[in-house]
């Protein structure tokens, strides 16, 4: 079991702009509260049960979430979320599902509290109870449920045969009941129950105590739509974030992506992910881009309440007169004025090293370094074909390339007898999803030969100071650092440097390293 609260001490330098270290009780803030539910599964999911079956599994989990939301607000939160499929669990069929789907009419045309007006539509057990918890809490409340939307196929060319869609759908409930938000899943992973939307949805809404939300689920948080557009082009900083998340190491574990997403966007992420042990599904957390409180656990066989207060970031509501620095995700400044950094040393290297050391493979579509050096090797990561050179000493500068992403480690470490290596890969990953990655990272590999590198372990013991980076073509690279034990690092400078590079870098390290990655996704590429 993992719950710890991450706090960086002194000055910290985001993946966006210098910035101080921002505390809660500085600025105005508001107490959050995320639960990682054990949730209580249909044993059949693809045997279709009738309504009152389905409400009688559906009462299960809902009783838990009754009691974590009076608990939530006992201890003063002001927002509550919950996880994606944590009221009816997973694997259904699209036949199967139906005793478990609600019409959640949508908030932009209906004003409906469904505590208080529950007989105004049939068939809304679940938001009535959800309504319920929100109104008699007076905390606001997102949750995650299966719902359906009739359609017309004369006039609706996306309708689907049977005259329904059926969604994966997130609903938001303010602090009197009220449904003031509702968004449909766009990127669905292996959920043959689901529709896509048949348009992009950009659902946001606001509270009382910090301004404006955005909302999306799970694998959304690796595209494009809706997550970037609602940061980028809507200036949304805080996101609520319900999912049911699978961990894969050493690049995707939920923690781990969830940190780093935070970190490079310049967001406040409230995670609540499924406890489901004997899926691989657990990883919550409440994230700004300066800390965080999380959750992960392996082994539990019950859920886990975070509850953390932490800044206002929309910068509507805080108003300049109390405004903190600005976030700019993704955005791109010069080591130059590093607030964090002192003059002429804009570069942390680990302490043998000096910046006349290194040697660089510049952004060249014909960049050859390394390449046919005979201590290269490849190896499956994540069901792609990385690249990979090992590190053999204790200290010593390194380059890979693949096309015109090469990736460069300068680096010093405590131990030399775990085996790693600094890996590579530029294409397009089409297992379980297609998009397209540009990924530098340094990994300790499961074991002391070439085919463990990519192999999943959560623990290390190697002590390691490393400067990292790549020659990246796209903007929006996600840093991150994973210490044993799932600990969450956050680097201590990043940022793009005026050769077009994206670099971090970390010392002092009390953990072992597992990963330290630059996870950069090219979203236009992502049909080719």
């Known amino acids: 079991m993992s719950v710890r609260v991450l706090r960086t001490a002194g000055f910290v330098l985001l993946c966006l702009t210098g910035l101080q270290l921002i505390r809660a009780e500085d600025y105005l803030s508001y107490v959050a509260a995320v639960y990682e539910h054990r949730v209580l599964l249909n044993p059949e999911p693809r045997v279709l049960l009738e309504r009152r079956s389905a409400l009688e599994h559906i009462d299960r989990n809902l009783r838990v979430f009754e009691e974590q939301t009076a608990e939530a607000a006992r201890q003063g939160a002001q927002i509550i979320v919950f996880p994606e499929d944590a009221i009816h669990g997973f694997n259904y069929t699209r036949a199967s599902i139906a005793g478990y789907l609600e019409t959640v009419p949508d908030p932009q045309e209906v ?60 609903v938001v409930f303010s602090d009197n009941g009220t449904i003031v938000a509702r968004y449909h899943k766009q990127n669905l992973y292996f959920e043959a129950a689901f529709d896509t939307p048949p348009k992009s949805e950009y659902v946001t809404f606001t509270t009382p105590f910090a301004g404006r939300f955005g909302v999306f689920t799970c694998f959304d948080i690796l595209f494009r739509e809706p997550a970037v557009t609602l940061v980028k082009d809507m200036g949304i900083r805080q996101i609520v974030y319900p999912t049911a998340w699978m ?123 390394n390449a046919d050096s005979p201590l290269t090797f490849t190896s499956i990561m994540m069901y792609d074909n990385f690249t990979l050179v090992p590190l053999q000493e204790n200290k010593g500068n390194l380059t890979i390339c693949s096309g015109s992403l090469c990736c460069h480690l300068l680096f010093e470490r405590s131990h030399t007898d775990e085996f790693y290596a600094l890996g590579v890969f530029n294409g397009l990953h ?21 085919s463990s590198c990519g192999g999943e372990t959560e623990y290390a013991h190697t002590l390691m100071d490393f400067r990292l980076d790549g020659t990246f073509s796209t903007r929006h690279v996600f840093p991150g650092i994973l210490g ?10 990043c940022g793009w440097e005026s050769r077009g590079n994206f670099y971090m870098s970390r010392r002092g390290m009390t953990t072992g390293l597992v990963t330290a990655m630059l996870y950069g996704r090219l979203y236009e590429k992502d049909d080719v």
């Open 111 to 170: 004003t409906w509290c469904p505590c208080a007006e529950p007989d105004r539509f049939p068939d809304t057990e679940v938001l009535q109870r959800l309504s319920c918890m929100a109104h008699e809490n007076r905390i606001f409340v997102v949750a995650n449920m299966a719902s359906r939307q009739s359609c017309d196929r004369s006039t609706d060319l996306h309708c689907p045969v049977d005259g329904r869609y059926q969604f994966n759908t997130n």
């Open 247 to 369: 961990n894969q190491l050493p690049l995707l574990a939920a923690v781990q992506f969830q940190r780093a997403f935070s970190h490079a966007a310049g967001v406040t992420l409230l995670a609540a992910n499924i406890q489901a042990s004997e899926y691989g599904m657990t990883g919550s957390g409440i994230f700004t881009p300066w800390d965080s409180i999380i959750h992960h656990d392996t082994e539990g066989n019950s859920g886990k309440l975070l509850v953390l207060r932490v800044p206002v970031l929309d910068p509507a509501f805080i108003g300049k007169s109390l405004a903190g620095p600005t976030l700019v995700p993704f955005s791109v400044y010069s080591t130059n004025n590093l607030s964090s950094e002192e003059p002429g040393k804009a570069h942390v290297w680990p302490t043998s090293y000096k910046e006349s050391d290194v040697g660089y493979c510049h952004k060249d579509p014909d960049c050859k370094e």
């Open 430 to 450: 089409v297992v379980h999803g297609t998009y397209y990655l540009e990924v530098c990272a340094l990994v300790r590999c499961t074991g002391l030969h070439h």
């Open 484 to 493: 044993s034990g799932m600990n969450l690092e956050i680097p201590d400078h």
